[in-house]
């Protein structure tokens, strides 16, 4: 997966660049994208595992 800093755009619109003043460096991923059909992700960082989950309401949380 390859992830930028332009500010990504839902599925089916097209991307668009950070607004100025916006926090270089900042990748912005929509949930949807990461997601696919899954409700679970386990991200592997820095030899820790976190699992982030959505929640019957649409929120996110992320546990170690």
């Known amino acids: ?4 800093t ?3 755009a839902h599925p089916g ?6 607004p100025a ?3 270089v460096g900042t ?3 929509d949930s949807q994208v ?3 059909n899954a409700q679970v992700l ?8 976190y699992t982030l989950r959505k929640t019957r309401n ?3 949380i992320l546990t170690k």
């Not at 997966?1 to 930028?4: A, D, E, G, R």
């Not at 386990?42 to 595992?49: A, L, P, R, S």
Request: hydrophobic share 35%.
């Open 13 to 18: 619109e097209q991307a668009r660049p950070a």
């Open 34 to 36: 990461l997601f696919g």
């Open 6 to 8: 332009e500010k990504r």
């Open 42 to 49: 386990q991200i592997d960082h820095q030899g820790h595992t």
């Open 58 to 60: 649409g929120k996110l």
């Open 1 to 4: 997966m390859q992830i930028s």
């Open 27 to 29: 990748a912005v991923i």
């Open 21 to 23: 003043g916006g926090n």
